[in-house]
Structure formats: structure tokens, C-alpha cells
């Protein structure tokens, strides 16, 4: 009663594992990198990190100023290099926006594979969109 009907939906299935094992991945990743980071900023002195006894320092003068984040590739770098919490949760926090391109991308390839071209078309509008997204977003 509830055979499939044709061969199409195994690949479908499968379509839809990987597409769902690579998010899991990527949220996986991310949060790893977050709380990488949060441990860190508790264990590396850090300008911007605060020690129990900066207590009467802010409650008198403010808070100092943070640590500039990076949005470059070479400041990514940098960062990373020295092992600097703030790059290392601006990085977890870049892995998970990229996740719904990562998801079109993905799926596109296996639409490319299966020679689907409807959903072909479908997935590069929806990438064009997210990426005009994303460069209009920058450019404001």
C-alpha cells in the first residue's frame, strides 16, 4: 500500500539525508567553534576580557572598548592565529549564517546529478537571491 512508485524517491530520500546530515554538521561546527570560543575568553587574557577585580574600574569608568571584529579575510587570519576568542565566535557565528547557502549549494549539485532541471533552475534562483542578499546587505 505504501510502495513506492517509482525509483525517483529513494534518490529523493537520499537527497534529503545529505542535505540534513550537512546541516546537522554545520550547526554542529558552529556551536563547537562558539563554545571554543567562550572557553577561551574565560582562559586567555584578553584586552577586552574582564577579570573579577576590573569590577570597581566599571562600575566607575564603563565598560572599555571591545576589540574591533574582523571582516576580512586576512583579519579571520590573523585572529585565528593568535587564537583570539572574538575571531573564533565571530567564525562559529559565520558557519552558521552560511548554513542556508551551504543548503542551496548543496542541493543544487544533487539536483545537478539527478538531471532534475526544473529544481535545477529553482535552486540557482534561490542562490542568486541569497547572494544578492548578501551583497546588497554588505553594500549598505
Not at 52 to 68: K, R
Request: with cysteine; glycine share 8%.
Amino acid at each position: 500500500m505504501n510502495e513506492p512508485n517509482h525509483m525517483g524517491e529513494g534518490r529523493v530520500m537520499r537527497t534529503e539525508t545529505a542535505i540534513a546530515c550537512a546541516l546537522r554538521i554545520g550547526v554542529w561546527v558552529s556551536a563547537t567553534l562558539i563554545a571554543f570560543g567562550l572557553v577561551l575568553s574565560w582562559i586567555v587574557p584578553h584586552p577586552t576580557g574582564f577579570a573579577p577585580e576590573d569590577l570597581s574600574y566599571i562600575l566607575t569608568q564603563g565598560t572599555p572598548e571591545p576589540a574591533p571584529v574582523p571582516h576580512t579575510f586576512p583579519q579571520f587570519a590573523l585572529g585565528l592565529s593568535i587564537l583570539d576568542p572574538g575571531t573564533v565566535i565571530a567564525l562559529g557565528l559565520l558557519v552558521l549564517i552560511s548554513l542556508p547557502m551551504i543548503r542551496v549549494g548543496l542541493a543544487f549539485i544533487l539536483f545537478v546529478l539527478e538531471r532534475d532541471y526544473v529544481y535545477i533552475a529553482i535552486s540557482l534562483f534561490v542562490f542568486a537571491a541569497l547572494i544578492s542578499g548578501l551583497l546588497l546587505g554588505k553594500a549598505l
